[in-house]
């Protein structure tokens, strides 16, 4: 509850009613004016992320073999220009090992100043695909194909960089590299591979300092700390060793007119556009996803707009390249520090940009010290860990290991462009082999036979199809259960004979699809959205028009064992293990979820959560009665105290929702109603009552639009009481005070399947309290991370 939203004052949409005159007041007055300034977040991110990119960029230049200023022009090119112009906020753009290997075989043909003029090509392409809007098109390649790409440009820069480790210089091509090996070995160069290894070794260690001293210095990022004390041993044990040599800016090289083949410059230009911009927009699909992540409340960071990244590369490429600077692309490692730094807008990127360009006009001599091979290490490991295990792991669980290492050989000896397309109609051949690979089995268990197919079910399948089919004896029983996602009109009109000859035998068929869910005719079920509840028959779908109340089907004994039923053959085999490993541990829930028992709340599809991730409390209108008052019943205050004292919960949420029966009834209520149960209990609502009619508190309400009437303002206004009372139980008070709990409200739109967290301020009386709404993926997203 520590973000605070100024004050806004939401038009009124035609649709929605006011709340009615007598609860009408005016809102609080509104904040001051917006002024332009860097926020300390964005300073501080900013440098971390400049001490991260310098040696980077020096690496990177020093591994393509273009002049070493070459990499600080594509550092600050990056973070100034992109940062200014990208879609993607958080993201930071620079020299990346992605395009090392492209940049350095192009250097080799055709010269770094003609290199210059194709990265300004490279870069005016993207801007002509930005203005098309293929951005996204970008993302359907497969991730088999990009992690094959990197790991292949990885093992090439490794195996580059090996040799200026152990003092030697490096071939012109992975063959080359891997055949001068030997040599290199038995011609060492001591100290070159002493300052190496003990790069290596900072860089491996580093993050792992332990005590209050390591997580000092473990501020300082391990690249520079690496390169740093690697320098400093260079230079007092006074070793010789090639070092970075920055030439005069005046004779900073700039691009000229190509020259060459047509077809060679074209592909050239071709290779950088696409590498680069596949890695600048997977690497901020990437950001969003870490900033989805992130649990540190602040200002609401937008999602990337993937064509205006696109732009924003194009615009830095051209005047990269025009400047005499590297390739730019969205580099991973620095939007990823950039985001952990707690950056809250572009002014970050921007920032560390303008500290690259002082510090190569300021800190020349400094640099001038860094020996060869610490970069060479910088760059080795760098490579290295382009081969990903975590993406291995990913490809080989999706069953594209061969798309995978398809593409990594063939980048690293045929070259990177060569390597995509080969990885491509590799993919391609595999998405046709499993199109066409179709299982399908039958076996009989109690008379019952099962036909099981899986696979997509095409026409090249029928003649298999028909055969299993065919084994069935005419008058069974028998359920078909079809695993696949596709099933087209051949297979399709053979399945559909075969049932009906079946059932005029005197036979039963049921149909099942994944996750055992009944297949009707295809227009007799056209809301897929619906299945999960489809047997109970207790809703209305869309499209479907209003069911009359004496046909609506209610939930019966015999409904219940059927859904109990279907969960014991589809779903419990997948959670058996799951909850076989919480039986054994115990619970250890991260949060108490507090909510209304009524039934249209289903809350671990609204959060989107599982077994053993919520510890849940539900009564009539989600009321927490203060301590000490005579209620009868303690159920509450005792789950209170058991998931804030012995599960140790780290967060509790109020969640409140649309429509709700108890805040109805509250409203309705009058001195003289019957004290029957539900009355009773729904004293502990009143507290909420009198806060949304007193002018001692601000209005409850929704991001952008007052609240529909007077329900959904006691609604809202419930939350907020609620989490008030919870700052009256001692165990919660004591835990506020620590900093070990965090209490969260949440409002639930049934109607339009929307949710809402609140954000509020600290200060008595000095903003409104209001739910922020929240993007459809922001759940999702954040559990996958």
């Not at 360009?357 to 610490?374: K, M, N, T």
């Not at 998405?431 to 066409?436: E, G, N, V």
């Amino acid at each position: 509850m520590t973000l605070c939203t100024p004050d806004r004052t939401p038009d009124r949409t035609p649709d929605r009613a006011a709340p009615s005159p007598r609860f009408k007041r005016p809102h609080s007055p509104p904040g001051g004016s917006r002024r332009f300034r860097i926020a300390g977040a964005d300073l501080s991110a900013s440098i971390s992320v400049f001490l991260i990119a310098l040696p980077l960029s020096l690496g990177i230049a020093l591994a393509t073999g273009a002049p070493l200023q070459a990499g600080l022009v594509a550092a600050a090119v990056g973070g100034i220009v992109v940062g200014r112009l990208g879609g993607a906020p958080l993201q930071v753009s620079g020299p990346a090992a992605g395009l090392t290997v492209v940049t350095a075989e192009l250097i080799q043909i055709y010269g770094w100043r003609t290199t210059c003029a194709i990265t300004v090509l490279a870069g005016l392409a993207q801007l002509g695909l930005a203005a098309l809007r293929v951005a996204r098109s970008a993302l359907a390649v497969s991730p088999a194909i990009v992690h094959g790409m990197l790991a292949g440009i990885g093992v090439t820069i490794a195996l580059a960089q090996l040799h200026i480790v152990l003092g030697g210089s490096p071939q012109s091509s992975v063959v080359a590299n891997v055949l001068g090996l030997p040599g290199q070995l038995a011609s060492l160069h001591p100290a070159a591979l002493s300052v190496s290894l003990l790069t290596v070794a900072v860089l491996l260690l580093w993050p792992k300092l332990p005590g209050r001293a390591g997580r000092t210095l473990r501020k300082i990022p391990a690249a520079l700390a690496a390169v740093a004390l690697a320098t400093a041993v260079a230079a007092f044990a006074g070793l010789r060793l090639p070092r970075v040599d920055l030439p005069s800016w005046r004779s900073h090289a700039l691009p000229e007119m190509p020259e060459g083949p047509l077809l060679g410059l074209l592909a050239a230009v071709l290779t950088i556009m696409l590498v680069g911009s596949v890695e600048s927009l997977l690497s901020a699909v990437a950001v969003d996803k870490l900033v989805a992540a992130r649990t540190a409340l602040g200002p609401r960071i937008p999602r990337a707009r993937l064509d205006r990244e696109l732009a924003g590369q194009g615009a830095a490429n051209m005047v990269s390249g025009a400047l005499g600077g590297l390739p730019i692309t969205g580099v991973a490692v620095r939007s990823a520090a950039n985001v952990a730094a707690g950056a809250v807008s572009r002014n970050s990127a921007i920032l560390h940009g303008v500290w690259v360009v002082l510090s190569a006009v300021l800190l020349v001599p400094v640099l001038d010290l860094i020996p060869l091979a610490a970069l060479a290490a910088l760059v080795t490991v760098v490579g290295v860990q382009m081969v990903n295990i975590t993406h291995l792991r990913s490809v080989r669980r999706h069953r594209e290991v061969l798309v995978y290492a398809a593409t990594l050989v063939a980048v690293v000896f045929a070259g990177v462009l060569e390597g995509v397309a080969i990885g491509i109609a590799v993919a391609v051949t595999v998405a046709l082999h499993r199109l066409t690979r179709t299982r399908i089995t039958v076996e009989e268990t109690d008379g019952v036979h099962r036909v099981r197919a899986r696979g997509q079910l095409t026409f090249l399948a029928v003649p298999r199809l028909s055969r299993v089919l065919h084994q069935v004896p005419p008058g069974s029983s028998c359920v078909v259960e079809l695993e696949g996602s596709f099933m087209d009109h051949a297979a399709y009109e053979a399945l559909h004979d075969w049932q009906a000859g079946h059932l005029a035998h005197g036979g039963t068929v049921e149909m099942n699809g994944p996750p055992g869910v009944r297949i009707a005719e295809p227009a007799a079920e056209p809301h897929s959205c619906c299945r999960p509840w489809m047997p109970w028959r207790n809703h209305h779908c869309g499209g479907q028009g209003e069911q009359p109340a004496h046909e609506t089907r209610r939930p019966t004994g015999h409904q219940l064992a059927s859904g109990i039923g279907k969960f014991q053959r589809n779903t419990a085999p997948l959670v058996r293990d799951e909850l076989a490993r919480l039986a054994r541990e115990g619970q250890s829930p991260s949060q108490l979820f507090l909510t209304c028992a009524d039934s249209r709340l289903v809350t671990s599809m609204i959060t989107s959560s599982g077994p053993g991730d919520l510890f849940t409390v539900r009564n009539v209108g989600n009321l927490v009665p203060l301590p000490g008052e005579e209620s009868g019943d303690d159920s509450v205050a005792a789950a209170i105290e058991y998931a804030v004292e012995v599960l140790r919960v780290d967060s509790i949420t109020v969640c409140g929702h649309s429509g709700c029966g108890a805040m109805q009834a509250l409203l309705n209520s009058g001195p003289g109603a019957p004290q029957t149960p539900l009355g009773r209990w729904l004293r502990h609502g009143l507290p909420s009552l009198e806060r949304m009619a007193s002018r001692r508190h601000a209005w409850a309400r929704i991001s952008g639009r007052l609240p529909a009437d007077d329900v959904e303002q006691l609604c809202l206004t419930n939350v907020v009481q609620q989490l008030e009372h919870l700052r009256a139980y001692e165990p919660v008070a004591r835990r506020l005070a620590d900093g070990t709990l965090t209490l969260h409200g949440m409002y639930f739109h049934v109607g339009e399947a929307q949710a809402y967290l609140l954000a509020d301020s600290d200060e008595p009386h000095g903003y409104d309290d209001v739910f922020d709404r929240v993007p459809p993926t922001a759940l999702e997203e954040a559990r996958a991370s």
